[in-house]
């Protein structure tokens, strides 16, 4: 090995070690194509001074050049009988899964990659999944993130390692050092055709944006992969941050992420975005087809003068808001709203259709909890069969002590009652007549005269979570 090729291996071993990416003795899968730079890793990996490493060459064959795949596996196997190390392959018509699954050829691809590699990995029980990105791979991610509109998170690029633990020791290392290391070292390496198609947006910035951008600045690649490196440290003291502020602001409530609109309204624009894209993560378990469109919506939302708002995002996930409460909740699309009616004929446990249950008990007092989910009724003036519902616009009532009816809906926003609990609370009535809203009031029709000839004991008991 040349002096160059032994200084390339320790810049390397020095950035394992500092990104304490793996160990010695450590079993890796790496993600070998047959392409320069894969052969190069798996060069260097098995040169590391004093790592003895496990090696697996894993190769997934996407079956997109015919012929030419198959020999790129072919390749692949016999380096891997050269070095000595485990050969695992698998073959997926990736253009038939993206068909299926209506997806580009790119995205395809990167999913059967990462459950192959995930499986091989399972399978011999790695320490880790090397995957052989470089400083050029750094500086194309960085632009194509930046042309689609990625804030910070996305412009800091590729992670030495990722939350799956595949790892990246090759992220320093530029495109050209990679070539040289192969051809000193006398190694071969598979040229992929598609490499150079221009259709993909990433052979677009290769072949065409970066070397227009190097007539300005001819080491606009590694200035790329610097802002990458700087901008990546930076994200991870603001997440950091981040989780502070989501963990003192957020909690779970009945499966989802709530908290108050003027904590929220307190923060940084800048941080509210943050702290809601982690509320959503926290509840969808992905940040899969959230734009900052979508958390620009629910920031609007949160600093509108509306009490009460429903916004439809990805993933099945709803924000709400009621009043000052905000909460992030899974949209149940299997549910069908139920408005069902219960008719109660006679004294005994009504289950409602909308969960919990009314108890209704024949008494000889009129006295009473004085509690909004219990009421009192004389069966002499408001004679069974009674009718239980839930909320339906133009429901009106009498409230007790007045004299003229008012809407249900303006008793519910002057209680500032959620729209979510409006939704389940039982309307109960006595002909065509509304004689209580569980919860909230009784009407001035149900009122008692002393004494009551038939008193009855009405009791909502909401459903428990």
Not at 19 to 45: C, E, H, N, Y
Not at 385 to 397: A, E, M, N
Request: net charge neutral; glycine share 6%.
């Amino acid at each position: 090995m040349s002096f160059s090729d032994s200084a390339l291996v320790s810049r390397i071993d020095r950035t394992v070690c500092h990104q304490r990416l793996f160990g010695p003795g450590d079993t890796l899968v790496v993600a070998f194509s047959g392409g320069a730079d894969s052969s190069a890793l798996l060069d260097i990996l098995s040169r590391l001074p004093g790592y003895n490493l496990n090696l697996i060459a894993a190769h997934l064959n996407h079956c997109l050049r015919g012929v030419e795949s198959d020999a790129d596996e072919d390749f692949c196997r016999e380096v891997a009988s050269r070095y000595k190390i485990p050969f695992e392959a698998q073959r997926i018509d990736i253009k038939g899964m993206a068909t299926d699954l209506r997806l580009n050829l790119e995205d395809a691809g990167r999913r059967a990659r990462i459950e192959f590699l995930d499986e091989i990995n399972r399978k011999y029980q790695g320490a880790a999944v090397v995957l052989a990105h470089h400083a050029d791979d750094q500086a194309e991610t960085v632009l194509m993130r930046l042309l689609r509109g990625s804030g910070m998170t996305g412009l800091s690029g590729m992670t030495y390692r990722n939350a799956r633990g595949y790892v990246r020791p090759l992220l320093e290392i530029s495109r050209s050092e990679i070539e040289q290391y192969l051809q000193r070292c006398g190694l071969k390496w598979r040229d992929d055709a598609s490499n150079n198609d221009t259709v993909y947006l990433r052979n677009r910035i290769r072949h065409q944006l970066l070397p227009l951008l190097e007539e300005y600045n001819p080491a606009i690649r590694s200035c790329l992969a610097t802002t990458a490196s700087i901008l990546g440290g930076d994200e991870v003291l603001i997440r950091d941050m981040t989780e502070q502020v989501y963990s003192e602001l957020f909690r779970m409530e009945k499966g989802s992420c709530v908290c108050s609109i003027a904590q929220l309204g307190l923060l940084n624009p800048a941080l509210q975005r943050r702290v809601l894209r982690r509320a959503f993560k926290q509840l969808a378990e992905s940040l899969e087809g959230v734009s900052q469109l979508h958390v620009g919506a629910i920031g609007d939302m949160i600093a509108s003068a509306r009490p009460n708002s429903r916004l439809v995002l990805p993933c099945s996930v709803t924000a709400v808001r009621e009043y000052d409460r905000f909460a992030l909740t899974y949209t149940d699309t299997d549910t069908v709203k139920n408005d069902g009616e219960l008719q109660i004929t006679e004294p005994g446990c009504y289950q409602l259709p909308q969960g919990g249950c009314l108890t209704v008990v024949l008494s000889d007092t009129t006295v009473f909890p004085p509690h909004p989910d219990c009421a009192c009724f004389d069966l002499d003036k408001t004679p069974l069969p009674w009718l239980v519902r839930t909320f339906r616009p133009g429901d009106r009532i009498i409230p007790f002590g007045m004299s003229g009816r008012k809407k249900v809906k303006d008793i519910y926003i002057d209680r500032k009652i959620p729209p979510s609990d409006r939704s389940r609370m039982p309307l109960l009535f006595c002909g065509e007549n509304l004689i209580w809203i569980a919860g909230v009031c009784t009407s001035e029709l149900s009122r008692i005269s002393t004494p009551a000839v038939v008193p009855v004991h009405v009791t909502w008991h909401a459903c428990a979570d």
